[in-house]
């Protein structure tokens, strides 16, 4: 890793180098938006961004994963990254039970908890 | 006096011109035009590529907007190695030097404003990607199968293949979710640390790994508003805070202008400003 000096810092990584997607994220999303003479609408701006992301994502997605690579393109939506913490929270839920079957073994009154209590009710009811 | 001009950044009045280094889009160099205290960073280019309907044309083509926003990105970064800027939009273009002063006087508070909250300051990007072990299933390499020697010794392990695979899917769920929850600490770490070194801090949209090229799950891209002269300890901040080991990797990049904190205090359409802008704004009237 390069340490810049002196009082204005030389760049990171200067010319061809920087990732293209750190420059459009800022010249294309961020500074100061004032019309010129010649008018752009910023939706075409804006459609652009996505366009790109579009463009070139394929690229190597649509070898992938075929021509349903946008449906689970992290980039496009959120909808992939929340599907995944959805996977891993139904995980995480599966194994806690897993472990709260193991930590209350038959006969130990279960540690509080209305469901716990009711299935032990439940399991009495049936018993009788 | 028709010629298109595109304006890349605005700034006070500084001394010993643009640097001959800042070659515009198109190819042009880039020049100052001064005008009522503020300087916009121009350069002349072509009416085939940069008139409305060319333009909306290009702006489809990757290869030309890819190239015009290094170009339009190499000026801000030749002009913020001199003085303080603030960066505009892409592909912001005036007819004649006339229009370009039209632009200075309609956007004169914004400009000031914001010349004056970013002065001295520079943006810092660090980014933080997970590399999290891949999949067992995809990977059934990491999971070698016994080798025929073990085999004849017979055994737990040959008596209970399931139990083996299950075991060994266990070890290799539970290490990626370490890594996932250590991607995660380690971001919000970064985050909290660097924010305290620096003057301000945005967090942008995580980058997909195929536009940035980059390996792993991009899990924190943040920008941080940082005084040049702290930038030297900021960038060390960033080192310390590294870890060493495998699972994460983290990226900095800058200095860049202060893109992502441009027009923080005063956009267009914003709910009115708060106390702290309207000093600042006070200020900056102050200033002129």
Redesign the interface.
Known sequence: MTTATGRYPSPYDSGGGTDLADILERVLDKGIVIAGDIRINLLDIELLTIKLRLIVASVDKAKEMGIDWWEHDPALSSGARSRELEERNAELERRVAELQALSSPSGQEPAGGRAATAEHDRRERDAS | MNE?LY?YA?TRPFEGGVPAAATGVGGLPARPVEHNGLVAVVSDVRAED???AP??ER??D?EW??AT??A??SVV?AV???TGA??????????GES?VR??LD??NH??TT?LDRLEGR?EW?VKLYAEPDPEPDRAPATAPAPAPGQQTHGGEGAASPGRDYLRRRLRS?QSR?KS?AHADALARRLHTELSRCADGQRL?R?????????SG?NVLNAAFLVR??E??AF??Q??RL?PRDAGVRVE?????AP??F??LSDP?DAPPPSHQDEQEAHEGRAGT
């Open positions: 298109l304006v605005v940069f008139e409305e333009l909306r702006l489809e990757l907007l890819a926003a290094r339009h990105e970064r913020i190695a001199v603030v960066p505009l939009r892409l592909a912001t273009v005036c007819r229009g039209r632009l309609e956007g914004r400009f914001n520079v990007g769920r979710e996932w942008h995580p980058q997909s790994g195929q536009l940035a090229r980059a799950v040049r002269e930038s030297d960038v060390g960033v080192e590294t900095l990049t800058g200095p860049w893109y992502s441009a027009d267009p």
